[in-house]
């Protein structure tokens, strides 16, 4: 097994016979699950994707991908939500947070769509400045604003660089297969287009051609990512809890949330994980937290927030856990040496690898959190390659199912995400509107 679950820091917090109590739940969980027949059951595509994916059009992703990094020295990808996150998320995790400043044997790759800011977009925009860029928009619905915007911009400065036959074979666009004002604009100017299938929701997608092409224009290899995927698909398809780590995972989830817990901190201690946390967030808080439950989903980099919310987590209110990420072997390693005059006291690291050294402050603090009250549960890797991040994302995919049949709640749907649209939309005069504008007008 790529992950391992070390739940030894959570004896004081949860007995075995409590694991005996859930199991039932777990089992009727994953019945419903395989059987499709619980709520959102329409959505449960990402499920077998590892295997049961579009070979045709994942072969079509390597090829487009293989085309943007021969004429292409920046590739601008349009989304939002579960249409960005993954994608980042995997490239920052595998190559590095500063990826665009180290690797100048792929193109740059630019997030763009996932706000409105005029400032970020103008940044974004002088970057591509006399570089030859392609554009890759994604989104489910065709219709979302935020990317909308974003896109209308760089397809008009396609057209102005490279008229519009070439910004034609510049654009990649994916999108429902048949809906949208994206599929048939495509549909209209013959850009290349990909598919959101129809039953994996935008934040289940990372693993289809949503994620998959900016992925491979970094460099990564896809294949690999999948592999872990299917690895973990087969992995986590037993329902026994002593077996399947996912399911001992959401059990534990679910039982400190009845203690109490609301909030659950994914920790790391590598910097390349900041965005694995941001996409872990959208998974449960979109998938969880609705009908006035779930589990509010943070996420924090130590040493780095230990120094800012390290405070709160020892002594604060009582109110969350920790789920902590450990990879134990990191990509490059550095060696302390002995320095003579050991001006700055710190010879007792030396002859050490800061690997090692991030091990002691990772037990040092699960320790301390433990003794303030506050669970801790592990998810051991030893490291992290494509195959161990395919096998993650599934890892926290069918975690997220499973925890959301648990709780009650459809995990597939996002009601809520529609509200700031209706409102944003009416403020801002689209068509169609005007009754929700004169009423929140009135509230003021
Ligand atoms: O999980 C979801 O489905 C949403 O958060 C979407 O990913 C997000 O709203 C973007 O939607 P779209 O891809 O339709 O532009």
């Known amino acids: 097994m790529s992950i391992c679950l070390n739940a030894k820091y959570l004896e004081n917090f949860i007995k075995d016979y409590e694991f005996e109590n859930i199991f039932p ?6 019945e419903i699950i395989n059987n499709k027949t619980g709520a959102g059951n329409n959505f449960l595509g990402w499920l077998n994707l590892p295997v049961n994916y579009n070979k045709e059009e994942f072969e079509r992703v390597v090829k487009a991908a293989e085309k943007i990094k021969k004429d292409s020295k920046v ?34 790759i630019y997030f763009v769509g996932n706000s409105i800011s005029p400032t970020y977009l103008n940044d974004i925009i002088k970057l591509c400045k006399d570089k030859d860029f392609s554009v890759n928009v994604i989104s489910k619905s065709g219709t979302t604003t935020e990317p909308a915007l974003a896109f209308r911009i760089f397809k008009k400065m396609l057209e102005d660089r490279y008229g519009e036959q070439g910004a034609k074979s510049r654009i990649y666009c994916t999108t429902d297969k048949e809906k949208g004002v994206l599929r048939s604009l495509a549909l209209k100017n013959g850009y290349e287009t990909f598919c959101v299938p129809d039953d994996v929701g935008g934040r289940f997608s990372v693993l289809t051609a949503v994620g998959l092409l900016a992925i ?29 780590c996912c399911y001992k995972y959401a059990a534990i989830r679910n039982i400190l949330h009845r203690k109490g817990k609301m909030v659950e901190m994914l920790v790391s201690y590598f910097p390349n994980l900041l965005l694995l946390g941001e996409w872990f967030k959208q998974l449960f808080g979109e998938s969880e ?21 390290g405070q709160y987590i020892q002594e604060g209110s009582k109110i969350l856990f920790e789920t902590v990420i450990n990879i134990k072997s990191p990509k490059e390693d550095f060696y302390i040496k002995q320095v003579e005059d050991n001006f700055d006291g710190l010879n007792f690291l030396a002859n050490q690898n800061m690997g090692d050294i991030v091990q002691k402050v990772l037990k040092a603090t699960v320790l301390a959190h433990t003794s303030g009250m506050v669970p ?23 975690a997220c199912a499973m925890s959301g049949y648990l709780l009650g709640v459809n995990p597939f749907n996002q009601p809520g995400v529609e509200s700031y649209k209706k409102n944003m939309f009416a403020l801002l005069g689209k068509p169609g509107y005007e009754n929700v504008r004169a009423s929140i007008l009135g509230n003021i």
């Open 376 to 398: 801790n549960v592990i998810l051991e890797l030893e490291r992290l390659s494509e195959f161990e991040v395919g096998y993650i994302i599934y890892f926290f995919e069918k």
């Open 25 to 30: 739940f777990i089992q009727k969980a994953h």
């Open 216 to 244: 491979a224009v970094s460099g990564l290899n896809v294949n690999r990512l999948m592999e872990g995927a299917a690895k973990a698909m087969a992995d986590f398809s037993i329902c026994d809890l002593n077996k399947n």
């Open 75 to 108: 590739l601008v990808v349009i989304g939002i939500g579960g249409s960005y996150l993954g994608a980042r998320a995997v490239i920052e995790a595998l190559n590095s947070p500063m990826h665009n400043l180290l690797r100048e044997d792929v193109p740059k």
């Open 289 to 309: 937290g609705k009908d006035g439950k779930g589990i509010f989903p943070a996420s924090a980099i130590f040493s780095t927030d230990l120094h800012s919310l």
